[in-house]
């Protein structure tokens, strides 16, 4: 056997890889058992209302339909991941107070339940709902005044108001020779995942509730569920069959409660059938959160010598309808929107708040890009006054071992944020002149040379690896070791979600090398919450460095047991990392995170200024994942964030009016194609060990789209002489921006 402290980097085949090529892989809207019924939802579609009355006699009568549940019929008609303020079902009959409002569009309202999808479609266009509209309101300025209060059982809007006070600000400013002003604008982004929410519900051979459905967290899916359905956690299952993606999306309920309540109900009328409900895209779009819209205004001080002397912000979230995590992607936002800088004197103060909008919610960043826009558009505007390298500025600033965070605690060790930008810089030849290619802005119409413009940009980030601010955080791993003489086979059992990331292929080869066998030996029972325990959400890029750790203490107690000849061998166990802290509601001073990972981007890019269309023709991104468990894996993830980083920044526009999303279809809602990404991205993966990770490793997932909207925005500003301080970057804006700009200085 091999050391628990040898695990090689390889490139190993993912095992999901045939199943997804082949088509064979299922996925919940592939499943299709025996006697299956169907089921649609009914959506509110009303921003702000208060449900008068409802009647499904039209509904009921369509030939087909089996069954209609409503807000009556929901045991305890409420759910949330922090606090239970959203019902399961918007209606009349619950004992749920407020529950006859509606505060968003994708309230869902009634789950019918038919022979066919399209009787289940014909009943739910003939409910009769009466409703009495309510003030819609969307904007966050106007929110926080509290002259409509959103959710009656609170007292304001805001939910959340976090500050950071260090040092001593009077003295910060009068230290700066420059002071920078800025104020950004950030939007809302659709996860766009390739399978929209399906599910199927029924009742399993011992008699529990089971929901097969795609999500992120096994356990906290049942939680939710059983809370809803007033019954004990035991007597509800859920399964994760395979997943076409997350990125934050799957966090929160979608069609994992009413399905359960679907399946609970019918087994009551003694209807024994299971039930499946398939999204489509729009009812996709419409029916889940979305990454929180943000107004960031900051200021910045810096001696000539490049030295930040103070940083004060104001951030505000909308929140949209519901809390979802909208206050923990705050908690990140307030901390990164300072970058990962030493900031000796520091006041900010950041909001989320109720509107009437479409939910904010957990996506790939989880605050970061939002902090990193900021901080980092700020960085190169210092960078540009004072003369100063961007790269060089940075590296006179970065955080290093031992340095302070705002919140006034040193950040933990295995800082290499120096070493990511400098090795960043290096691979990017930063400092040369960047080679450009040949480029048409418009396929069916050669660009005019005279109108290419060409740029380079820098940006870096931090981004935590774990939950935050005092989340309770374990993660359980079990590990069987079968055989005679030697360990013939290694079962491990983990609830880890695999949406798409690699995270099974990982587990499998951390296992293996924990134990001391090859990959081939081991086999994997995952994401089934009645014989798979707690492994916490596939989130906050935790995963990789929670589950290692788990599987390396699973391992070790399964090898003694097995030197104990016990056979087969099996050990549980339960890795719980170092505690972190709430920020202190007046100074902010707390333990934020107990690890982190460091990421440094480079961008070349050309603008037609005739067009205003963007090419971005090379992103190099360096990333320290502190041990590379599939090298080939982290250069999947790396050039999957840079795409979605670069749909973030320069195309994607979902436009919400009123409260009501205006363009919930691909054809209007632009994700970047095949010939819209950039041209190249070299990814440069550093391993510069995390001393509490699992052989060193950090998680890395979300790393790459932190800080690529900055560097974008930095290569435009040096390829016009333009800074940009909203985004997406879409060609009118350009447009609009260049000529504003030819117009004040003509």
Known sequence: ????????????????????ITGAAQYPGDITPDNLLHGKILFSAQPH???????????????????????????VNEYGLITSDQPVLVGLGSSKPYAEISRWEGDQVAVIVAETEEAAAEARALIDVTWEPLPVITDIFEAMKDEVIIHPDTDTNVLKHYKIRKGDMDAGWAAADVVIEGEYKLPYQEHAYLQPEAAVSYIDEMGRITVEIAGQWTHEDREQIAHALGVPEEKVRVIYPAIGGAFGGREDMSLQIVM??????????????????????????VGHHKRHPAVVRTKWGATKEGK???VSAEAYTNSGAYMYTSTKVLGNLHLMVTGPYEVPNAHIDSYTITTNNVPGGAFRGFGGPQGALAAETQMNKLAEVLGIDP????????LREGSLLTVQTPIPPGVSMAEVVSGCAEKAAWGAKAAHVAHNSLQSLPANPKALRHGRGFACAL?????????PESCDAIIELHGKAEIERVVLRHAAAEVGQGTHSALRQMAAAAVGVTVERVELVMSDTAVTPNSGSVSASRMTFMAGNAIRGAAEQALQAWTNEERPAIAHYTYVPPRTEMYDAETGVCMPNFSYGYVAEAVDLTVDVETGHIFVERVVCADDVGKAVNPQIIEGQIEGAVTQGFGYAVMEDLQVRNGRIQNPYFSQYLIPGIKDIPGRVDSVIMEIPNPTGPWGARGMAEMPLLPLAPAIIAALHDATGIWFDEIPLLPYHVIAKLRQHEASTA
């Open 1 to 20: 056997m091999t050391s628990l402290n040898q695990l090689s980097s390889q490139s190993l085949h993912r095992v999901d890889a045939v199943g997804k």
């Open 49 to 75: 209302a208060r449900m008068l009355a409802i009647d499904l006699d039209k509904a009921l009568a369509v030939p087909g339909v089996i069954a209609i549940f409503t807000a009556k019929d929901v045991p």
């Open 260 to 285: 359960g309540l679907a399946a609970m109900r019918l087994h009551e009328m003694g209807v024994h059938r299971p039930l499946r409900i398939i999204w489509s895209r729009t009812e996709s779009i």
């Open 308 to 310: 930040i002397t103070a």
């Open 391 to 398: 790269v060089e500025l940075r590296l006179r600033n970065v």
């Open 463 to 471: 981004k935590n690896i774990g939950f935050s601010f005092a989340a």
